[in-house]
T-cell receptor, first 119, second 111 residues
Framework: GAVVSQHPSRVICKSGTSVKIECRSL??????MFWYRQFPKQSLMLMAT?????????EQGVEKDKFLINHASLTLSTLTVTSAHPEDSSFYIC???????????????FGPGTRLLVL | GESVGLHLPTLSVQEGDNSIINCAYS??????FIWYKQESGKGPQFIID?????DKRQGQRVTVLLNKTVKHLSLQIAATQPGDSAVYFC??????????FGTGTRLLVSP
């Protein structure tokens, strides 16, 4: 159980275009999902918290107009990188908590990540 | 400004040895800690967790030790195997479900 998927796993785009990354919880409903960014040989940095049915909460320094997050259902959150530039090239990872385990286990289950390369 | 890539600290061990990976955390209010394993090109995988009211927790081949006095966390892997080679991150729960990840340690296991 507790499987999180991401699509696509890898994407290459031209500078100035927008890219959408999907994060799905496959066997549980996630009211909250998280988006992280990871540059090579660095740690995961939380970008934003995605809340189903409401606006995402962004971490300091993350541009909400550049990284659009939509959490339209209990199993799907999307991250759209708008007007992508080469410096946005990174490994984007989502995670989700299983609310049925809340209070018992606070583990976040991570997706496999999406590698974005902006040319 | 210019970004500088970090070099992950690396722990090299022989197969069969015990490995100890250390992590320092900064927030004394953190009440929950998790160790994750990340293989190249993949998302983090849960290994073991511990709450702040405990100082030790054991799993299969893994043990986590928590020293709240010095804000230190360690992961011990018994009888390390080549398949354990990966980057290991500790993460602390800062509240509101937010996880803050440590810098990571690369474990290299030689056959």
């Amino acid at each position: 159980g507790a499987v999180v998927s991401q699509h696509p796993s890898r994407v290459i785009c031209k500078s100035g275009t927008s890219v959408k990354i999907e994060c799905r919880s496959l066997d549980f409903q996630a009211t909250t999902m998280f988006w992280y960014r990871q540059f090579p040989k660095q740690s995961l940095m939380l970008m934003a918290t995605s809340n189903e049915g409401s606006k995402a909460t962004y971490e300091q320094g993350v541009e909400k107009d550049k990284f659009l997050i939509n959490h339209a259902s209990l199993t799907l959150s999307t991250l759209t990188v708008t007007s992508a530039h080469p410096e946005d090239s990174s490994f984007y990872i989502c995670s989700a908590r299983d609310p049925q385990l809340a209070g018992l286990k606070e583990t976040q289950y991570f997706g496999p990540g999406t590698r974005l390369l902006v040319l | 400004g210019e970004s500088v890539g970090l070099h992950l600290p690396t722990l090299s061990v022989q197969e069969g040895d015990n490995s100890i990976i250390n992590c320092a955390y900064s927030n004394s209010a953190s009440d929950y800690f998790i160790w994750y394993k990340q293989e190249s090109g993949k998302g983090p995988q849960f290994i073991i967790d511990i709450r702040s009211n405990m100082d030790k927790r054991q799993g299969q081949r893994v043990t986590v030790l928590l020293n709240k006095t010095v804000k230190h966390l360690s992961l011990q892997i018994a009888a390390t195997q080549p398949g354990d080679s990966a980057v290991y991150f500790c993460a602390e729960n800062r509240g509101f479900q937010k996880l803050v990840f440590g810098t990571g340690t690369r474990l290299l296991v030689s056959p």
